[in-house]
């Protein structure tokens, strides 16, 4: 069962700020005051702009509910997260948009990430276990959404197999498999982003909901006929 982590404070920006730098004086030599008429005006100073505020780049589902499951990470302190690879980093801020904090588990050597989310059926009465895995040196980003509910009959495995085979046929992206020695289902997808520094997060999030999309409209024929099929 996942754990929760405390939620860590957001990264103070970098930027250096120079205060209470003292100036040396110098002496200048004396120059003539300039008269009333060629006396300078004050510039007064333009309000800085304000910056818009930062918008979600996720899309929003609402045929699909995301429950909020935290898993145990390892320690990141605050000034390493600058440092994230590139696809953990695009994984992590697609995360936090949907309202998730810290909640991804990575490698200590920075080369690989974990995320899991149980999510629900547009009907909340069918859950997935969806699992992001990132692979910086090699450039792939993969996404498992399990059903885990009901185990594969024996007896059904080659009815399983043979509508997996028809249902991939529909599936322009990613595909379905059997999983965990052909005991349960699991609809698969993969990208590489090698070489690619600045990923945007909704790449992962078109990801989810293409794949999401498969398995919801796939799940109650599978059961019906792979799983409770006598």
């Given amino acids: 069962?996942?754990?929760?982590?405390?939620?860590?404070?957001?990264?103070?920006?970098?930027?250096?700020?120079?205060k209470g730098v003292k100036r040396v004086a110098?002496?200048?030599?004396?120059?003539?005051?300039?008269?009333?008429?060629?006396?300078a005006k004050p510039v007064a100073k333009k309000?800085?702009?304000?910056?818009?505020?930062?918008?979600?780049?996720?899309?929003?589902?609402?045929?699909?509910?995301?429950?909020k499951v935290q898993i145990e990470t390892f320690d990141q302190p605050l000034e390493t997260l600058s440092q994230l690879q590139p696809i953990t980093y695009a994984l992590m801020r697609?995360?936090?948009?949907?309202?998730?904090?810290?909640?991804?588990?990575?490698?200590?050597?920075?080369?690989?990430?974990?995320?899991?989310?149980?999510?629900?059926?547009?009907?909340?009465?069918?859950?997935?276990?969806?699992?992001?895995?990132?692979?910086e040196e090699s450039g792939l980003i993969t996404m498992s959404i399990y059903y885990l509910d009901h185990e594969i009959p024996a007896k059904n495995l080659s009815k399983a197999k043979d509508l997996i085979l028809q249902?991939?046929?529909?599936?322009?992206?990613?595909?379905?498999?059997?999983?965990?020695e052909d005991k349960f289902l699991r609809y698969y997808s993969a990208v590489d982003l090698e070489d690619i520094e600045a990923i945007d997060p909704r790449l992962i999030g078109n990801m989810f909901h293409a794949g999401n999309q498969f398995m919801g409209g796939f799940i109650d024929q599978f059961i019906k006929?792979?799983?409770?099929a006598k």
């Fill in 1 to 18: 069962m996942a754990t929760k982590k405390s939620p860590s404070k957001k990264m103070a920006s970098k930027k250096a700020v120079k």
């Fill in 26 to 39: 110098t002496k200048k030599p004396a120059v003539k005051k300039p008269t009333a008429k060629a006396a």
């Fill in 47 to 67: 309000a800085a702009a304000k910056k818009p505020a930062a918008k979600s780049n996720a899309k929003s589902s609402k045929a699909t509910a995301v429950k």
């Fill in 94 to 135: 697609w995360a936090k948009s949907l309202g998730f904090q810290d909640s991804i588990e990575i490698d200590p050597d920075g080369n690989g990430a974990q995320w899991e989310l149980t999510v629900e059926s547009s009907n909340s009465k069918i859950e997935y276990q969806c699992f992001f895995n990132t692979f």
């Fill in 167 to 180: 249902s991939n046929l529909n599936c322009f992206v990613g595909q379905f498999q059997l999983a965990n």
């Fill in 225 to 228: 006929i792979a799983i409770k």
